[in-house]
């Protein structure tokens, strides 16, 4: 903000004590808003973190059939959440899986509308030995919150829930607010396609808010703008029709155990490239001028494998560690498994022999074409000395977020209002596999706004989310619905 110059003496004076007005006034507005939202958090912050462990104390791993009851539960715990926080309609639609919980507060047609999306189930638990306390007993150590769940996403997804009741008792939302909360994002959102084809006229909305990535931390602020696709399989090799005895029957007849291995080694090279013919035709190639700017971001080498505890790291050749997690497709082995693996010892031949495989995609690779490449290429692998099966349990499509939207420009005002930098833009190696179908059925934008963190272990042993994370998120939340609201009203 400027003030014009005049000749007249009094006149600039005058100009220039009221531009000093306008700087204070806007001074004082800031603080008031800061003060205002800072109070109601202090006020409850402990009751905010004891409400998050009521929903992290409900198991609700959604690739376990026996947590079937535990999710419905958690969809309970969401619905009673929601209307306490203030939402006018709370409802839980039943899906073929697991249910959805809806809810919405409309204060006013004419204003825009914020979607936020989340996901009440988690990853199982094994290994469970190593688990330092119970992964569905919640407690705080080192100012952290451990616990399955605690990041991913129910610690980030209730950040919303309290961010929005704390406008709701302070009379300071500013513009509408929806909430869709699925629990099957962790096994391929199956059934929240259906849902939103069938409901596209209460779904809408403005702008999808989801907080279920992360950020470099608080002292380096970032929003996330990609996320990789993903194709996930799942192979079977079959050699004798039993389980036979190595002695007896070992080196004349394969061992699926050892073919399998032998497949999955060949399915990328020594420099850690991906050899299915045609993996990379539509990979999209990400200019010098972005790498560039991807490499401004803050990476300790060092730091990561001390914390990862390995003494190299390794991946594909010509790319950065950074890069290679972002910008890049690759392949993994998630799980192996195949004959005896009980104590003690047990000479058999197995049968059959299986893993589980994951493809992380960049733009534009479409996760059922690499999908039917990967099946078609496994197969041709094969010799005839056993029988392949392969099959393709769930995917998604990459997505790209623009960093020239009012939705980006009011996550970034937003971050900055609360944690004093701008955010850097960077693109995640995870996947969210609704967030693109969102924009394909909707055709609404999603924002991500994560304050999770590289090194909360999502999906692993010992997950944990640090307080302060959470307590920001909270804070940062109703920024943003403000700054849009704003924005929203000028464009």
């Known amino acids: ?154 610690g980030q997804a209730f950040m919303h ?49 989801v907080s279920d990535t992360s950020m470099i931390g608080l002292d380096c602020p970032s929003i996330t703008v990609g996320l990789r696709g993903l194709a996930y399989m799942q192979v079977e090799v079959t050699g004798p029709d039993h389980d036979l005895h190595s002695g007896i029957f070992g080196g004349a007849v394969a061992n699926p155990a050892n073919v399998l291995t032998k497949l999955v080694a060949a399915l990328t090279d020594s420099e850690g490239k991906i050899t299915i013919p045609g993996f990379y035709d539509d990979a999209l190639i990400i200019s010098k001028e972005e790498r560039d700017e991807m490499a401004k971001a803050p990476f300790d080498e060092t730091s990561y494998k001390e914390r990862i505890d390995v003494a190299a790291l390794f991946g594909e050749a010509g790319y950065s560690t950074k890069e290679r997690t972002g910008i890049r497709p690759t392949l993994d082995v998630n799980g192996i498994w195949s004959g005896y693996i009980g104590e003690g010892t047990k000479t058999i031949l197995p049968s059959k022999a299986y893993a589980k495989i994951s493809m992380r995609l960049v733009p534009n690779q479409d996760y059922r074409k690499i999908s039917e490449l990967f ?80 090194g909360d272990a999502i999906h692993s042993p010992n997950e944990n989310y640090p307080l302060e994370n959470f307590l920001k998120g909270i804070e940062t939340i109703p920024y943003f619905y403000a700054y849009f609201t704003d924005m929203w009203k000028s464009k």
């Open 161 to 209: 829930a309290k961010a929005f009741e704390l406008m709701m008792r302070t009379d300071s939302l500013p513009c509408n607010a929806k909430f869709m909360i699925e629990g099957e994002e962790e096994v391929g959102s199956m059934n929240i396609g259906a849902f939103c084809l069938e409901n596209k006229e209460r779904l809408k909305a403005d702008i999808i808010l």
């Open 375 to 454: 099946e078609n290429h496994f197969k041709s692998m094969a010799p005839d000395y056993v029988k392949v099966k392969v099959e393709s349990l769930h995917g998604g499509q990459a997505y790209v977020s623009p960093i020239d939207t009012i939705g980006y420009q009011a996550a970034s005002k937003a971050i900055e209002t609360v944690l004093g930098k701008k955010p850097i833009p960077v693109r995640s190696g995870g996947s969210i596999p609704i967030i693109p179908q969102f924009e394909e059925i909707l055709g609404i934008k999603t924002i991500l706004l994560g304050f999770g963190l590289e």
């Open 1 to 154: 903000m400027g003030f014009r110059v005049v000749c007249c003496k009094t006149g600039f004076y005058t100009c220039y004590i009221d531009t000093i007005k306008i700087l204070f006034f806007n001074f004082l507005s800031l603080r008031k808003g800061m003060d205002h939202i800072k109070k109601y958090i202090d006020e409850n912050r402990d009751r905010f973190v004891q409400e998050l462990f009521g929903l992290i104390r409900i198991p609700s791993i959604s690739s376990e059939a026996d947590h079937k009851e535990d999710m419905v539960r958690a969809a309970e715990y969401w619905r009673k959440s929601l209307r306490e926080a203030g939402c006018d309609h709370v409802e839980i639609f039943p899906t073929e899986g697991n249910p959805i919980v809806y809810g919405e507060k409309i204060i006013d047609p004419a204003l825009p509308t914020i979607l936020v999306y989340g996901h009440y189930d988690v990853m199982p638990v094994d290994p469970l030995e190593l688990w330092e306390s119970g992964p569905f007993r919640p407690e705080v150590r080192d100012g952290k919150i451990f616990a399955r769940g605690a990041d991913d996403d129910k």
